[in-house]
């Protein structure tokens, strides 16, 4: 080929994702939440699909399962038979139908209160942590370059309530000079909460303790010279370095505990994250039922006075072909999230079977299991079983958990067999739970007692499984006072 720019002719295989697809796919792996805001988001942008009206929020059963998907297949064939056939709409018909049957829905009393706003509006909401803290500068006596300075800083705080940028970029902001910056800072650094302003955690700290502790002139050198002998709880170091006894060291690492290295946590706002389970497995006598939770999700079919419109009266071409557009976008929502349901179902009926022991007498009885189990016992992709667990949570006898949860690595027994992940991880909490708080276990010595319990593990990986369970190494464990 020669060098420089022309056109080629080129062959090449590759899978080529439809919208279609890219929109099954995508409903497959919303949570119900999201699945719920996707649907209402559809009904209002597609007007042949429709709520069928009377429809109580409960779960489907098996029975109304398969008369759903005959359902489906006479749909199909119906809108198969309209291929093909001159069809013209009245759409000034069909709106006044839709309005009035909107208007029956709703009932006399709908829009009684809609000039109303939202009940959000009427939500109270905590101060934040600006607005705290410039309340307390408008009633400081300082400087125009102090004010301007002061308000650049407050509005350059971080999460922690520490200032995030330099001094040099504040003087810059507020058009003040370096000493009006200076004095800014400690005007900042001493409004409540004490430690906001602070460029780092020491600086943090030692202005917390100098307020406390105003007549120690100790406690700051110790904080500025010793934080991380502290951290790592080597007291001898901080006996050495500051010349003292080794109860007076334990006691500053007492009353700085006290100090808050995030003075601006009140002010943080914790949004309350709520899980809907989409299934349930409750015990009925000897046996495990599946019940999938569609509350909140409205049971939807392509509208049958929409197509009943479609054949009469006069339409242009171009409106005959929107709505043949629309219609099949409904007819693919309403059996795409169809499908979604009946693979999830199939995919916790295959989890039921494996992990049975695990519903039956809790976490321990976890055994290891991987997507691709799953996926070969019902008979699709791995990366379906992925889609169709994530954001997907279980309600069952010992809890909420999320479907991902069942998958987890082995562990092998000394005795031959093997033992789930989480089994394994629950049982390094519970001897944590029990160590003598004086002396706490290290990693080494969990993995002894375990492989005296039949499990071989190793001591990284005690470590490993300590660390993803957010529980600290046994130095920093260790009580002291």
């Keep these: 080929m020669k060098p420089g720019l022309g056109m080629y002719q080129t062959m090449q295989h590759k899978l080529v994702m439809t919208q279609q697809?890219?929109?099954?796919?995508?409903?497959?792996?919303?949570?119900?939440?999201?699945?719920?805001?996707?649907?209402?988001?559809?009904?209002?942008?597609?007007?042949?699909?429709?709520?069928?009206?009377?429809?109580?929020?409960?779960?489907?059963?098996?029975?109304?399962?398969?008369?759903?998907?005959?359902?489906l297949q006479q749909q199909n064939e119906a809108a198969e038979q309209l291929n093909g056939t001159e069809i013209n709409v009245d759409w000034e018909k069909f709106i006044e139908a839709q309005l009035a049957d909107r208007g029956k829905r709703q009932g006399p009393s709908a829009g009684h209160y809609d000039d109303l706003p939202p009940i959000e509006t009427t939500l109270s909401t905590t101060i934040g942590l600006v607005e705290h803290l410039a309340g307390q500068l408008r009633t400081l006596s300082c400087t125009d370059g102090e004010q301007r300075a002061a308000v650049v800083m407050i509005m350059n705080l971080d999460?922690?309530?520490?200032?995030?940028?330099?001094?040099?970029?504040?003087?810059?902001?507020?058009?003040?000079?370096?000493?009006?910056?200076?004095?800014?800072?400690m005007i900042v650094q001493s409004l409540d909460p004490i430690g906001c302003g602070a460029r780092d955690l020491k600086e943090c700290l030692i202005l917390q303790v100098k307020h406390l502790w105003p007549e120690d002139p100790f406690f700051p050198d110790i904080v500025q010279n010793h934080l991380e002998h502290f951290e790592s709880r080597n007291y001898a170091?901080?006996?050495?370095?500051?010349?003292?006894?080794m109860e007076d060291v334990l006691e500053y690492h007492k009353m700085l505990r006290e100090c808050d290295p995030?003075?601006?946590?009140?002010?943080?706002?914790?949004?309350?994250?709520?899980?809907?389970?989409?299934?349930?497995?409750?015990?009925?006598?000897?046996?495990?039922?599946?019940?999938?939770?569609?509350?909140?999700?409205?049971?939807?079919?392509?509208?049958?006075?929409?197509?009943?419109?479609?054949?009469?009266?006069?339409?242009?071409?171009?409106?005959?072909?929107?709505?043949?557009?629309?219609?099949?976008?409904?007819?693919?929502?309403?059996?795409?999230?169809f499908k979604r349901q009946r693979t999830i179902y199939k995919v916790m009926e295959a989890i039921l079977r494996r992990q049975r022991d695990f519903f039956e007498h809790g976490t321990e009885w976890l055994r290891p299991m991987v997507l691709r189990d799953i996926a070969d016992e019902i008979g699709v992709h791995e990366s379906t079983v992925s889609r169709a667990t994530s954001n997907k949570y279980v309600q069952c006898p010992h809890g909420i958990f999320e479907l991902k949860y069942f998958f987890n690595a082995a562990i092998k027994r000394t005795n031959g067999g093997e033992l789930?992940?989480?089994?394994?991880?629950l049982k390094i909490r519970r001897l944590i739970g029990d160590e003598n708080k004086d002396k706490p276990l290290s990693d080494s010595g969990i993995a002894k007692l375990l492989k005296a319990n039949g499990i071989k593990i190793a001591r990284r990986t005690v470590a490993k499984y300590r660390e993803a369970m957010g529980i600290l190494p046994s130095t920093q464990r260790k009580k002291m006072f």
């Design 262 to 337: 995030w003075p601006a946590r009140p002010f943080i706002e914790e949004s309350d994250n709520y899980i809907t389970p989409d299934i349930e497995v409750i015990r009925v006598g000897d046996e495990w039922k599946i019940v999938q939770n569609d509350d909140g999700l409205p049971r939807l079919r392509v509208s049958d006075k929409y197509l009943q419109m479609l054949t009469a009266g006069d339409s242009e071409k171009g409106d005959k072909k929107y709505v043949e557009d629309r219609l099949k976008a409904a007819k693919f929502l309403v059996e795409s999230i």
């Design 21 to 71: 697809l890219q929109q099954a796919i995508k409903l497959l792996q919303l949570g119900t939440m999201d699945l719920a805001a996707s649907i209402d988001e559809e009904l209002t942008k597609n007007p042949t699909l429709e709520e069928i009206p009377g429809t109580e929020e409960r779960p489907l059963s098996e029975a109304e399962m398969a008369i759903q998907e005959k359902s």
């Design 237 to 245: 170091a901080v006996a050495k370095g500051m010349d003292m006894d």
């Design 159 to 185: 999460e922690h309530g520490w200032l995030e940028v330099d001094l040099d970029y504040v003087a810059e902001e507020s058009e003040a000079d370096m000493d009006d910056v200076e004095g800014a800072l």
């Design 420 to 425: 789930g992940a989480e089994a394994v991880k």
